[in-house]
């Protein structure tokens, strides 16, 4: 795959910038998908959306292959839909780049909000330098322009780790997870689009005509959700959307009453699913529920059709 040319604000980027650079290697890394190629045709394994940032890597000459035996991972704290995030420990070479002064490099991907919360440092201008909250601030609106363009946002960061620390105590669950995942070094955002199938929005038509309202339960941004829902035709008018801590924030007799308004879920849990099918339920509808998840299995038991 030869390379591609990266733009910012208008602008071509080379895909040997500095700061490029250490975000997809961090995106290639950080990830459990692969790019191959069988009879002059590429091919992906693995979650879709992995594979988009592995794509973006190898056309800015990052082989994900041949970053895997470099810098082998020596463990992983898995994705979960409470963490929301995804990190891995990777050993690096000496002299891979100066601002990677480590051996041992953590590597995070996931929800904006939440590798952002967990960083105080930003590598910016080809240092790692202290985080303001004028850049956290400005990060966030980003996140919303990016969200509101229907786009799937991503965040990354990296932290280099200490001499003799030991990704086995993370594996073990000796040393937490979020001690680990705290002070990280920002690296950047990737915004990606993934569009509907052509046949949905159809699809959704001809429920509505036979008097079937469909509901969108998503771990996406909310401003990405609403975006997508609008342009599916779920969300409409006066429709509320709502996210899963603020679904916490409801009681249920208050949750009750709005649920017939929600047309979107964003940033949910599992168990969140489960508490929307039975309040439907109490209002006496009858409730299909789709899910791809083991996690999901609680909310598809508690639905009249899965």
Known sequence: MSKRRFRKSGSEVSADDEHLRVLLLGAALCNDSNLYKEEDVWKITGDPTEAALVVA?????????????????LAEIPFSSESKRMTTFNKLEDGLDSFLDSELVAFSKGAPEVILGS???????????????????????????LADQALRV?????????????????????????????????????GMRDPPREEVKAAIKTCEDAGIKTVMITGDHKITAAAIARE???LKEN??????????????????????KVSVYARVYPAHKLRVVEALKKKGYVVAMTGDGVNDAPALKAADMA
Do not use: H, W
């Open 239 to 260: 429709d509320l959307t709502l996210t899963g801590s603020e679904l916490d924030s409801l009681e249920d007799k208050e949750f009750e009453d709005r649920v017939e």
């Open 154 to 190: 991503m965040a990354f960061s990296f932290r280099p780790l200490e001499e003799g620390f030991s990704p086995d105590k993370v594996s073990s669950g000796e040393i937490p997870a979020e001690k680990v995942e705290e002070d990280m070094v920002f690296s950047g955002l990737v």
């Open 119 to 145: 960083c105080t440092k930003i590598f910016l201008n080809g240092e790692v330098k202290a985080l303001t909250p004028e850049q956290k601030q400005e990060i966030s609106e980003i996140v919303k322009e």
């Open 232 to 234: 599916l035709g779920i």
């Open 57 to 73: 890597a190898t056309k800015a000459g990052f082989e994900k292959s041949e970053l895997d035996r470099k810098y082998p991972r």
